[in-house]
Nanobody, 126 residues
Framework: QVQLVESGGGSVQQGDSLRLSCVVS????????IGWFRQVPGKEREEVSC????????YYVDSVKDRFTISTDKAENTIYLKMSSLKTEDTAVYYC???????????????????WGRGTQVTVSS
């Protein structure tokens, strides 16, 4: 069964750190594009950080560069998003997504066949 399950969200203070986890099953991390997206009410889902398992390229949205780090543990079929120096504007529901990689892209495309987890809430207060 193909599945993505996120965990690790929570409520923290500005400047704190969190590590999100996404355990995947049913496909090989080496062959897919995996990414973290986030969404706040009333806004579109935003690409945060992704890794193309096939070629190893990594992407970060500018607002999280030097603060967030994406990584994978292939033995555990898990991808992580280590978030440091959190800001109030990082508050969102964070989703894990996966799709076979498309030419020219690092992140999974938002298509009907894209796989999504249920999301985990991250709340950063000042």
């Amino acid at each position: 069964q193909v599945q993505l399950v996120e965990s690790g969200g929570g409520s923290v203070q500005q400047g704190d750190s969190l590590r999100l986890s996404c355990v995947v099953s049913g496909f090989n991390l080496d062959e897919w594009a995996i990414g973290w997206f986030r969404q706040v009410p009333g806004k579109e889902r935003e690409e945060v950080s992704c890794i193309n398992g096939r070629d190893g390229r990594i992407y970060y949205v500018d607002s999280v560069k030097d603060r967030f780090t994406i990584s994978t543990d292939k033995a555990e079929n898990t991808i992580y998003l280590k978030m440091s120096s959190l800001k109030t504007e990082d508050t969102a529901v964070y989703y894990c997504a996966a799709h076979p990689p498309l030419r020219g892209r690092v992140c999974p495309p938002v298509l009907s066949r894209t796989l999504w987890g249920r999301g985990t809430q991250v709340t950063v207060s000042s």
